[in-house]
């Protein structure tokens, strides 16, 4: 961003789903990323009212999680804890994309890693 800039910056929330509940993971890191896990990276960006998102689903997941279009459903609600507005204003559009545990994608790591 530069200075001067009026844009918002983007928000991250890593949240982890265990015992069909949401929790949200601060000051976040890989060592947080449990294969045992369901986990959700999201991004609200305000300036192109956007949240881009991507739920992660360790090797070894013991949790039944929700899918990914239900996770969409409930950013665009505003249902799952986020610095998102809630409810949502119209016109957000919510990229989902599926990860598997040991095999993130190049766009995964550099979202995951932008939201330290």
């Known amino acids: 961003m530069h200075a001067g800039s ?19 993971l601060g000051g976040y890191d890989d060592d947080d990323l449990d294969e045992d896990g369901f ?9 192109t009212s956007t949240i881009t998102a991507f739920t992660w689903t360790g ?7 929700p899918a990914a279009q ?17 409810p949502m204003p119209d016109g957000v559009t919510v990229n989902v994309d599926e990860i598997t545990g040991g095999e993130e994608t190049e ?7 932008s939201g330290y």
Do not use: I, M
């Open 6 to 24: 009026t844009l918002t910056p983007p928000r991250f929330r890593l949240l982890q789903f265990t015992d069909n509940a949401w929790e949200k």
């Open 107 to 113: 766009d995964f790591w550099e979202w995951f890693e």
């Open 39 to 47: 986990f959700v990276l999201s991004c609200w960006t305000p300036s």
């Open 59 to 65: 090797s070894t997941c013991n949790v039944d999680p």
């Open 70 to 86: 239900e996770v969409k459903e409930l950013l665009a609600a505003g249902k799952l804890p986020t610095k998102s507005p809630s």
